[in-house]
């Protein structure tokens, strides 16, 4: 993206961009607020200006019958197949693993899962922010699930990667402003706020944008003010004094102030030992120069030892000295690791099901808002019928008795002449012809969207046993597969965009844990070095060829009785052993843990601890097995040795003994 100022500043530049691009989304935008009132029940009817009086909020049950708390397990796999890579792809796997763990990511898919079905999709924000840290360690991933209207795309491009910009905004306070982007109070004061909000918050725009070389920018703002902006978003930043030129740990010029300082891109790091990876292979600290594919070779003097190993000598003069010849050597130079930088906007859609020519899904809301608003019609006569109609009194038109009627709300006065003096009016009317076609509109709303009683785990007649009862349930769910498949591409989009900023930023190796086939927890360390490689022409480069997906089969959301059964048949078939075995009750028990069967994890150390208990009393009795055999041996040698010596008190010949 070109930034043209023509004769304005950068702040109008964006400022202008970001209320072009906001313009010509202003459909897209009028459509999600629409979507949004429609699931918090709006009464509104469509071409009229009567509201509906009773509303039955079919979008809401049926949006929240779809909802999940499964979250996509990672899955990583290389694409050149060899020992280290698949090492390396099994390292990254469980530092996702982790980060499922970490990060809030049950309180973000809550609110993902009811946005992609309300508004069509949901949007990521993947950061990476250097102001987390730990005793060992600097920097870490920072994740957000964003609502639709917090993001402005460019206009009439579809998918993120081929955007040249796109913006976000916040709601933050004016004192996060100041400590996030280091300014004044004062200038924190001027920033914009949206309607209705206290003077303590403000609203924030970031724009991600590619520049001239491909390189992501940011640019921040708010209001009138100019908070941040950042050629080359991805690249390490050195803050280099502008009078010496050295880094700031390294200036020695005196009153240095923050604004003697300005901030460069790094490039590269220089290695000052040699760094071991985690399959034993080291990268040296210093390394061969090689150009055009071949090694450079210099000469050098050396020593030249004899056949025995000393020194040679040669006269000099009247003297001796060691004798030197010219050798050629690799030339060597201090090794340069290249800084890893990703080259894609940190941002991920989650489409709920995909569209043509849209940068969100297609929403829930949009196809059954038909069903609502006719539902919301038929609710309202029928509520105005059952209002209007009943059993009232009739008194003679020359009552003088207290008129309150509170329980009928009326009281009809009658001529005598043409009704009793006391009498009752029955204004009843039937609602039944409503309700059945409130129910019809609310099956075909289900219909579009797939659901079934069974799904939603009310009475289903059309199920006479469990199994079928199953099955119903996973037809449901396969007409439903299209969202899953669509949120498990999004969590493979985040999953790379965190494996490439653990590439650039984390210097330092991350701790991670994983369960070994046993069930037992097992430490491990993510190291950013362990994927550097050299080419043929001696350039070190990271290799990020990684392919990222999430793993399927643990959407049991819906069907997690069906997996206990099948773990059951499995276990009782002999499928893991002999049932008898604790070892066999423990495999069982532990994929039960896995389907998060209640208190198998108590079940789990049950078992462990009878194993341990066995092998504690199997271990005594080999012991106790040894020291037999043992006695039985010296009990024979001394039986042995008590013969030999009759014998010889018997004068017996020690020969034939």
Request: aromatic share 10%; hydrophobic share 30%; net charge negative.
């Amino acid at each position: 993206m070109r930034i043209e100022l023509n004769g304005g500043t950068k702040l109008s530049f964006f400022q202008d961009l970001y209320q072009e691009a906001r313009s010509s989304l202003e459909a897209l935008f009028a459509k999600l607020a629409q979507h949004a009132e429609q699931y918090k029940g709006s009464t509104k009817i469509d071409g009229s200006n009567v509201e509906a009086s009773h509303v039955w909020n079919i979008t809401y049950e049926l949006i929240e019958s779809q909802v999940t708390t499964y979250i996509p397990n990672p899955c990583t796999s290389p694409k050149m197949q060899s020992e280290r890579n698949e090492r390396n792809a099994k390292s990254v796997e469980t530092l996702l693993r982790n980060k499922r763990d970490e990060l809030a990511f049950e309180k973000m898919n809550d609110m993902d899962e009811r946005l992609s079905y309300i508004y069509g999709g949901s949007v990521w924000l993947i950061e990476w922010d250097n102001s987390i840290r730990t005793h060992n360690t600097v920097g870490d991933v920072k994740i957000s699930c964003l609502s639709p209207t917090r993001f402005v795309g460019q206009p009439n491009i579809y998918e993120v990667k081929d955007m040249e910009y796109c913006f976000i905004t916040f709601e933050t306070t004016k004192e996060d402003i100041v400590r996030k982007y280091g300014v004044s109070l004062e200038v924190a004061d001027d920033a914009e706020s949206e309607e209705n909000a206290d003077d303590k918050t403000a609203t924030l725009y970031v724009c991600y944008y590619k520049n001239a070389e491909d390189k992501v920018c940011e640019y921040v703002w708010s209001g009138e003010t100019e908070l941040l902006d950042i050629e080359d978003y991805y690249a390490r930043k050195r803050r280099i004094c502008k009078h010496c030129g050295k880094r700031e740990e390294l200036c020695t010029c005196e009153n240095a102030k923050d604004s003697f300082y300005e901030l460069q891109n790094e490039d590269y790091e220089e290695l000052e030992r040699d760094i071991v990876q985690s399959d034993g292979n080291i990268i040296p600290a210093m390394s061969e120069v090689i150009k055009d594919g071949q090694i450079v070779f210099e000469t050098q003097k050396q020593q030249v030892l004899e056949v025995d190993g000393s020194m040679a000598l040669e006269d000099a003069g009247g003297g001796f000295a060691p004798l030197m010849v010219d050798v050629q050597v690799p030339k060597m130079e201090k090794t340069r690791l290249p800084f890893y930088t990703p080259n894609i906007l940190p941002v991920v859609i989650r489409k709920n099901t995909s569209e043509e020519d849209s940068l969100l899904g297609q929403s829930d809301c949009e196809f059954i808002r038909p069903q609502q608003q006719a539902v919301n019609k038929i609710e309202s006569r029928i509520l105005q019928k059952t209002l209007g109609s009943g059993v009232y009194p009739i008194v003679p038109e020359d009552f003088a008795g207290d008129m309150d009627n509170s329980i009928f709300q009326k009281v009809f006065k009658a001529n005598p002449n043409t009704y009793a003096q006391y009498g009752r009016l029955d204004l009843s009317v039937d609602i039944s012809k409503d309700i059945a076609e409130a129910d019809r509109i609310y099956d075909h709303a289900k219909r579009i969207l797939g659901i079934t009683d069974s799904y939603q785990g009310q009475y289903d007649s059309s199920a006479q046993s469990g199994r079928a009862k199953q099955l119903q349930i996973q037809q449901a769910a396969g007409r439903l597969d299209s969202k899953r498949q669509m949120k498990n591409a999004a969590y493979a989009e985040i999953d790379q965009i965190i494996f490439q900023y653990y590439l650039a930023y984390a210097d330092e190796p991350r701790p991670a844990t994983y369960r070994d086939a046993q069930g037992n927890l097992q430490n491990y360390l993510f190291n950013r070095y362990d994927f550097i490689e050299r080419d043929e022409a001696g350039e070190y480069y990271y290799n990020d060829q990684y392919l990222f997906r999430t793993d399927a089969t643990i959407d049991i959301e819906k069907s997690r009785e069906l997996l206990w059964q099948e773990n059951r048949q499995n276990f009782q078939s002999g499928a893991y052993g002999d049932p008898a075995l604790p070892q066999t009750q423990l495999i069982f028990w532990q994929n039960m843990e896995k389907a998060h069967y209640p208190w198998a994890n108590d079940n789990v150390e049950r078992i462990k601890a009878e194993i341990a208990r066995q092998n504690e009393i199997a271990g005594y009795q080999d012991k106790i097995a040894r020291l037999t055999e043992d006695v039985k041996n010296r009990a024979g040698y001394e039986n042995k040795l008590l013969q030999q010596i009759k014998a010889l008190k018997g004068g017996t010949n020690s020969a034939n003994v």
